[in-house]
């Protein structure tokens, strides 16, 4: 399965700035995806980022305030705009389905904490 | 639907003891069902994973148990040990989405 390295690990950055998250895995994929963990919650999808096009939001998430990059088949970036403490959460990003095992490898996440 | 509720929210196991979680789906178009083992500041991790042509997986003292009349399926933790304490997700996924139930916080009681 793939191998999906995450940076940063971690940042507590100030209200009102942006942060950019960077997602890079070991082999060429299609779709990339990111989710949020908000505390102690489960993982809610964020959008899907094919290369090539523009990224898919799911409901509730817009691009002005999580503009995703997919440059090429290994790499995708997702930003938070205009932080607030309500978007403390862990960020991570995952892969498409592995077609032998059918399953879903994460990064190991981006803690973040807006004060 | 979409959902896929999860119990018990937490579970605290005497070690030794069996740890068993609970998750029910609703849409019968599902052919994945994981279950990712997150700790602590990390990702969650692929544990084990069933399809639905299979009643039962096992892989060491993992085993998940599936009932796909009832729509069901069950995370079985023989032996639980301290080192298994984490917080537990079930999913169900056809093709690239996967719903995630809710969690639960396993603690094993050294």
């Known amino acids: 399965s793939a191998v999906i390295s995450q940076k940063p690990s971690r940042d507590i950055c100030q209200r009102g700035t942006s942060l950019t998250i960077q997602c890079q895995v070991d082999?060429?994929?299609?779709?990339m995806f990111w989710y949020r963990q908000q505390p102690g919650q489960s993982l809610t999808l964020i959008a899907t980022?094919?290369?090539?096009?523009?990224?898919?939001?799911e409901s509730g998430f817009v691009i002005d305030k999580f503009p995703i990059s997919r440059p090429n088949l290994t790499f995708s970036t997702l930003t938070v705009s205009n932080m607030s403490p309500e978007d403390s959460s862990i960020y991570l990003c995952?892969?498409?389905?592995?077609?032998?095992?059918?399953?879903?490898?994460f990064g190991s996440g981006t803690r973040l904490t807006v004060v | 639907q979409q959902q896929v509720k999860q119990s018990p929210q937490s579970l605290i196991v005497q070690k030794g003891g069996i740890s068993i979680i609970n998750c029910a789906y609703e849409?019968?178009?599902?052919?994945?069902f994981p279950w990712y083992q997150q700790f602590p500041g990390k990702g969650p991790a692929l544990l084990i994973a069933?399809?639905?042509?299979?009643s039962e997986k096992k892989e060491g003292r993992f085993t998940i148990s599936f009932n796909k009349s009832a729509k069901q399926f069950s995370l079985h933790i023989m032996d639980s040990q301290p080192g298994d304490s984490a917080t537990y997700f079930c999913?169900?996924?056809?093709?690239?989405?996967?719903?995630f139930g809710k969690g639960t916080r396993l603690h094993i009681l050294p």
């Open positions: 995952s892969v498409e389905r592995d077609p032998s095992s059918y399953g879903y490898t």
């Open positions: 082999s060429q994929v299609t779709m």
């Open positions: 980022a094919n290369q090539g096009s523009e990224a898919t939001y």
């Open positions: 849409n019968t178009a599902f052919d994945y």
């Open positions: 069933i399809r639905p042509d299979v």
């Open positions: 999913a169900a996924s056809r093709d690239d989405k996967i719903i």
